[in-house]
Structure formats: structure tokens, C-alpha cells
């Protein structure tokens, strides 16, 4: 069947015009289209997380540290030194000749040996005074920053024009993207591939299907009839889609890295990320992130849309599952980015919402549903609403062996005696009744009292039964089809639209539903082959305890959240202090509220840092001539003479104090924290967001 199928659609992709590839990103050739060689074999070093590492070079501690050295002084000191060290040369040579001479080296009855030992004499004195000298006036760094790139473009200048000659093999060109497919016995496949343009996208799926292959030789014949076959459209995604439209330029999708902006160069920032392009990847997105800021501080713009775009191409590539939540205007990418797009309360929308659809049975279904009906205020009695909503989800499973829809469990919870009755009949005609029958009875009792949770849960089921969402959240298979979060397993791309214009206290809902439904899918998955990755634009109404105590257990399961709320005081106070230890990474936008930057400020700690105190006091050492000039400048100038103590400690200092966070961050940065799944930190650092 997959050979079949491979077939049909190679047949198609000889008539079709060739999908649009990515353009100017690093590996671009000089006529614009995707150089693959270049870009798959560019150096990408190891490096600390939260560090853009296509390209990227380590720095050199000692040399970022003489260049801050200024010009003028630098020179200046250089030339001293070199000064300095021919004067000693001199000297040195002298001191040495004549010391061998006394010692009776010198003159020798052979000349040879006496011109061999002058020539020791100068080399051993030279390169003691360039070990001395050298190291004091920095020569090295001045080799570095002035005479090595003079002479490089002296030499550049000078080169035959024949060299520059088309066709001429460049650094890092000529090596083989495909070299392991003509080593491991798939050279006609590789043979398929050299003959069309291939992007990222494309080259890192079939990468990972090779890499499958190899695990069994008996697949590689398969893998390289379907490369044949469809070429670089090969085991595409379900989608036939090979690029996202108007996919932005910071993507390295060998390593799954988005770049966000450009770690600054100041002290606060380790050495190793000052003025290194900053990245997320799935190995730090694992330990999930919370964002914090105003809105206008680009949190959706320069976080939430770029991390989007990355999951989805990763999905398109084959190694990653996302799910996008966030207002229906919110500027989250196109519908074409995604494969599933869910929008309750617009009639155009192809798809509705499970609202049962990541649970494994009623009792879990019923319990998830429950907490994600009550508002914040009402969580206390979130217990006594699990269990009457279990009282009625359980026996309507039994007897009619589907979910009940909005209108038949609101009937059902407000005590309907119709709907009851045909509720009996059904579990008797399915011999069900007596398992469920103290449930209806529990629940019949309970429907007469001031306190009886069901009454409340329907009052809140009727948010969600108005016209504008009709056939959204369907379960006869009468409305939309409904998404089911249970599929985490593929690499789909989900959009959730929510209606806060339009019904705000739904779209609430709506978020708690869907945030509680994906961290228990992704818990549930036995595939976690795939990263499945959350995006939520604005978390204030999406997360509860139960979804916070999810957050914990999901980088121990390939899947990851990224949060983003305008204020923490849009929280529970109860859930601040759990969310910020259930996160990996904290990043803080600029102007949050100085009770948030306390937060942030206790969550990151104290530093050493040296401090230097300057004491002034007035001078009072010396004779009767010294105190009698000290009292004339006193006359002449109005001052006191005094001395000048300093002191260096050692002290402990907040990294970023909350002050700093709600006060001196530039439009546009950010500070941000890092937690890989490997356990690897990276202290916050100050990051420049534009571009």
C-alpha cells in the first residue's frame, strides 16, 4: 500500500510546478536559491543553551577581554613595549656576549663555534624579551585586529584574476549532503535527489527517515524505491505541504532552533552568550517557558508567532506536534500554517472541539471537563462538581456508547425528567442499568438541594449552548468533526481560535479545556518520538492546578508549553509560586509590575559581585613643612588635602532586581532564563528582540 501510494504521487509530481523553496537564509548561493551543501555543512559547535549555534564561534575569554581595550591606548602600549624590549635586546645581547667571553667562550680557537654561539646568544635573549614584552604590550591582539586582516587583503588584492574563476570550490562547498545514503546503500535515491533543488525542510525529513531506515537494512530497499520515486516531495507530510508561506529567515531546522535576537554584550550576560544570536529549541522548550509583559512589549509578535512558525515547519519535517491557542485576531501565523483549524462561534470553521477528547475514560473525561466549567472563584468546589458531572458522563457512555453533547448534559445535570427517563431506558435496553443505577439515584437526590453542583455546572453549559456555536462541540456526529487531542502522536498543526470578543467567559472555558487536555494527551502518548509543543497567547484564564501540576511532568515526555501572560496578579495567588517552579525558563518583558519583577528577582537569585569602595579622608601625615603647605593650598584653593583608601569585596547582589526589571529595560530586550531537559541553566540574560 505505501509503495502504491508512493507511486501515485510521484506520477503527480512531474506535472505540478515545483513547491516554492526558502531563500536568503544562511547556505544561499549568488543566484538566490537554497545552496543544501553549504547550509547542511556549515559548523554548528556545541555550545551552552539558549546560544545560536549555526555558525556560531566560541570566544576566546583572554581576547574578549583585550578587546575592550580602546585603539589609541592599546597601540600605545604596544609601542612602548616594543621600545622597551629593543633596548633590552641590546643590552641583553651585550651582557650576554661579554659573559661568555669572560667565562673563556669567547674568542674561540674555531670561528665556527664562536658565530654559533653569538647566534644562540640572540635567539635565547629574543625570545625572552618577545615572552616578556610581548605579553605586557598585547602584541598578539594587535596582530589579530590590525595586521592580520591588513595583510589578508593585501594578499586577497594580489591573487590572479584566473583564481576567482566560476567554478572555483569554496570553503565549506563541495561536500556531500547525501553522503551517508551513497555509503549506506541507497546511491540511486541520493542520485534522485542531486537532480532537484532541496530545502531544509525537506532535507531533515528525509534525513529522519533514512536515519529510521538504517535501524533495519530491510527497509532501506523501501526508502530508497520512495526517494526514487517522489524525490526531495518523499515522505512528506500528510499534508503534501514542504514549506510554510511567509516563513521568516531564522530557522535551523537540523538543530530545531528559532532565533529570537542577539544576547547583548554586557556584564550581566556570561561570556559565552555576549553578542551570540539567542535561540529556543525543543531541548529547552521541554522544561516549558513563561513569558510576562504588558501588552505592546512584543510578546506575541517576537516570541509567541516565532516559535509557532518553528513547530510547524518541524511538523512539516516529521519531528514535532503543535497546538496554537490564542484570540481569533491574535497574529499567530496564517490558517495555511496550520492542518486543523478550530474556531467555536465562526459558522465558517471546518472543525469543532472534543470536549472529552484526551481522556481514556468517562470518569477522567468527566473530571477534566468539570474543572475546566468552573470560573477561578469557584475551584473549591471543584470536587463535588467532578462527581456530580461523573454521575451522569459514566451512565450516558454506558448506554448510548458515545460522549453527551452540550444541550443532553445540560439537561442532565439540571434534572430533566425526559431526558432522565430515556437515560433509564437506554442503560436497561444495554443491560447497564444496575451498575449505574445508585449514580442516577445519587444524582436525583441531589438535584432539589440550594448547594447542588449540577445545577451550577449546566448554568455554565449554557455559555457554551448558544447559536453562534452550533455544531462546534457536536458528539452524534451531526455537527463539525471534532478534534481530538489523542492524536499527538502525528505531526499535526493545530490552531485553537477562541471567541474573546464575542463571548470572553467561553473562550475562558475553552482555554482551560484545551491547555488540560493537551498536557494529559501528552502524558498519555506510548509515540513520544514526536516533541508536542503548546503555545498559548494569553494564559491568564488557561491554567489551573491541574494543568500546572502537568507542566511538571512534561519534560520527562518530549513535550513542552509556552506561556504568555500580560500580569501574574491575572493568576490565583495560590498558583503563582507553584507555575514559576513548575517552568524551566522565565522571561520578563519590558514594564512589568514591580510585584511581578519580585517574582522573577527571588526566582533568580543572588550573585558575587566585586564592589569597590573609595574612603576620602583629610590628610594629616607628614612634618611641620608638609602642615604648613596643606594649610597654604587650603587658602589658595578652598579644599582639604586627603587621602584615598580603596577596598574590593566580594558581595552578594540580586542579578536583576525588581526595580531594574520594571524600570530599566529598553523597549524591545527581554530577560530571560534557561532550563534544558538535560538539566543545564543558563543564568537570565539581557537579549535584544529586534531583528
Not at 338 to 352: E, Q, R, T
Request: glycine share 10%; charged share 20%; proline share 8%.
Amino acid at each position: 500500500m505505501a509503495q502504491d501510494g508512493a507511486h501515485h504521487h510521484g506520477e503527480h509530481t512531474t506535472t505540478r510546478p515545483p513547491t516554492p523553496l526558502p531563500h536568503q537564509r544562511p547556505g544561499t548561493g549568488p543566484d538566490g536559491a537554497f545552496d543544501l551543501p553549504a547550509w547542511a555543512c556549515t559548523p554548528r559547535p556545541a555550545a551552552d543553551p539558549g546560544v545560536y549555534r549555526l555558525g556560531y564561534r566560541r570566544l576566546d575569554p583572554e581576547r574578549a577581554e583585550a578587546a575592550k581595550v580602546a585603539t589609541w591606548p592599546l597601540l600605545l602600549r604596544a609601542g612602548l613595549n616594543a621600545v622597551v624590549g629593543w633596548l633590552a635586546f641590546v643590552y641583553g645581547v651585550e651582557f650576554a656576549t661579554d659573559g661568555a667571553t669572560l667565562i673563556g667562550v669567547l674568542p674561540s680557537q674555531s670561528a665556527f663555534v664562536a658565530t654559533s654561539v653569538v647566534l644562540t646568544l640572540n635567539v635565547l635573549v629574543m625570545g625572552i624579551v618577545i615572552k616578556i614584552f610581548g605579553r605586557m604590550g598585547r602584541w598578539p591582539e594587535v596582530w589579530r585586529r590590525y595586521a592580520a586582516p591588513l595583510l589578508s587583503r593585501t594578499v586577497t588584492q594580489e591573487q590572479p584574476a584566473e583564481e576567482d574563476a566560476p567554478g572555483t570550490p569554496e570553503a565549506g562547498r563541495g561536500q556531500d549532503p547525501w553522503d551517508g545514503l551513497r555509503q549506506g546503500g541507497a546511491a540511486e535515491a541520493a542520485a534522485r535527489l542531486d537532480r532537484e533543488p532541496v530545502g531544509d525542510v525537506d532535507y531533515v525529513r528525509i534525513r529522519r527517515a533514512w536515519e529510521s531506515a538504517q535501524a533495519d537494512p530491510a527497509f532501506v530497499p523501501a526508502f530508497t524505491e520512495q526517494v526514487a520515486t517522489r524525490g526531495a516531495a518523499a515522505f512528506a507530510h500528510p499534508s503534501e505541504a514542504r514549506e510554510l508561506p511567509g516563513r521568516a529567515e531564522r530557522h535551523d531546522l537540523l538543530l530545531g532552533q528559532v532565533r529570537l535576537g542577539t544576547a547583548q554584550d554586557v556584564p550581566k550576560n556570561p561570556l559565552g552568550h555576549r553578542s551570540a544570536g539567542f535561540a529556543l529549541d525543543p531541548a529547552v522548550l521541554g522544561t516549558s517557558l513563561l513569558a510576562v509583559g504588558p501588552a505592546g512589549t512584543g510578546k506575541t509578535a517576537r516570541l509567541a508567532r516565532p516559535v509557532a512558525e518553528a513547530l510547524c515547519l518541524q511538523a512539516l519535517s516529521g519531528t514535532a506536534c503543535v497546538v496554537v491557542v490564542g484570540a481569533a485576531d491574535a497574529d499567530l501565523g496564517p490558517d495555511s500554517w496550520y492542518d486543523v483549524v478550530i474556531a467555536p462561534g465562526d459558522p465558517s470553521s471546518l472543525y469543532g472541539l472534543d470536549l472529552y477528547g484526551a481522556a481514556r475514560d468517562p470518569d477522567e473525561a468527566a473530571a477534566r471537563l468539570a474543572e475546566a466549567l468552573l470560573p477561578d472563584e469557584l475551584t473549591a468546589r471543584a470536587e463535588h462538581a467532578r462527581t456530580a458531572l461523573q454521575q451522569v458522563v459514566g451512565p450516558f457512555h454506558a448506554a448510548y456508547g458515545r460522549y453527551p453533547g452540550v444541550r443532553e448534559l445540560r439537561a442532565l445535570l439540571a434534572g430533566e425528567a425526559d431526558v432522565l427517563a430515556a437515560l433509564v431506558k437506554a442503560l436497561g435496553v444495554a443491560g447497564r442499568l444496575a451498575v449505574h443505577e445508585r449514580d442516577l439515584e445519587y444524582r436525583e437526590r441531589q438535584r432539589d438541594r440550594a448547594d447542588d453542583p449540577g445545577a451550577l455546572l449546566a448554568d455554565r453549559l449554557a455559555l457554551l449552548e448558544r447559536p453562534a456555536f452550533e455544531g462546534a462541540f457536536a458528539t452524534d456526529g451531526t455537527g463539525r468533526p471534532p478534534f481530538a487531542m489523542r492524536v499527538l502522536d502525528h505531526p499535526l498543526r493545530v490552531r485553537v481560535k477562541l471567541p474573546e470578543r464575542s463571548h470572553p467567559e467561553a473562550a475562558r472555558m475553552l482555554s482551560r479545556l484545551v491547555v488540560g487536555q493537551f498536557v494529559q494527551a501528552a502524558g498519555a502518548r506510548e509515540d513520544r518520538s514526536l516533541f508536542a509543543g503548546l503555545v498559548v497567547d494569553d494564559a491568564s484564564a488557561a491554567l489551573d492546578a491541574t494543568a500546572v501540576r502537568g507542566l511538571q511532568r512534561m519534560r520527562g515526555v518530549n513535550a513542552g508549553a509556552v506561556l504568555l501572560l500580560r500580569t501574574l496578579v491575572d493568576l490565583p495567588e495560590a498558583l503563582r509560586a507553584p507555575l514559576f517552579g513548575a517552568v524551566g525558563c522565565r522571561m520578563a518583558f519590558p514594564g512589568i509590575a514591580p510585584w511581578d519583577g519580585k517574582l522573577f528577582s527571588e526566582a533568580w537569585g543572588t550573585h558575587l559581585v566585586q564592589e569597590t569602595a573609595v574612603t576620602h579622608t583629610p590628610d594629616t601625615s607628614g612634618g611641620v613643612i608638609r602642615r604648613a603647605g596643606r594649610i597654604g593650598r587650603k587658602a589658595l584653593s578652598g579644599t582639604t588635602a586627603q587621602t584615598e583608601s580603596v577596598t574590593t569585596r566580594d558581595v552578594e547582589r540580586l542579578r536583576w532586581s525588581p526595580s531594574d526589571l520594571a524600570h530599566a529595560l529598553p523597549a524591545g530586550h527581554a530577560v530571560v532564563s534557561l532550563t534544558a531537559v538535560s538539566g543545564e541553566q543558563v543564568p537570565p540574560l539581557l537579549v535584544d528582540l529586534r531583528g
